[in-house]
């Protein structure tokens, strides 16, 4: 079992920055891949960012390329996705997940989820 915290949403005006955190524990964090998902009321949840296991490689939507970037440190069983230039369409909850990956991971069937953390940007 792997228990996901995340942290460091709130109101951010558009164009500032967030960082979130995603904080791990249970087995060792350093074997899975993570993603970063988000989602509005109504919509079905959206793929945002993945990062595999040694942190090594990473990929994003389209839509966050350039302005979001995912980072793991394993020492701290953490991963973070840093947030600039958000804009308002940026709102949402955002979740992080987890999933026992040797490799980076374009799928979404993630066997653990956090909670959410709520990121709201205003115009």
């Known amino acids: 079992q792997v228990q996901l915290v995340e942290s460091g949403g709130g109101l951010v005006q558009a164009g500032g920055s967030l960082r979130l955190s995603c904080a791990a524990s249970?087995?060792?964090?350093?074997?899975?891949?993570v993603g970063w998902f988000r989602q509005t009321p109504g919509k079905e949840r959206e793929f945002v960012a993945t990062?595999?296991?040694?942190?090594?490689?990473?990929y994003y939507t389209d839509s966050v390329k350039g302005r979001f970037t995912i980072s793991r440190d394993n020492a701290k069983n953490t991963v973070y996705l840093q947030m600039n230039s958000l804009k308002p369409e940026d709102t949402a909850v955002y979740y992080c997940?987890?999933?026992?990956?040797?490799?980076?991971?374009?799928?979404?069937?993630?066997?653990?989820w956090g909670q959410g953390t709520q990121v709201t940007v205003s115009s």
């Open positions: 990062i595999s296991w040694s942190g090594g490689n990473t």
């Open positions: 997940a987890s999933r026992y990956y040797s490799g980076l991971y374009y799928g979404r069937d993630y066997h653990y």
């Open positions: 249970g087995r060792t964090f350093s074997s899975y891949a």
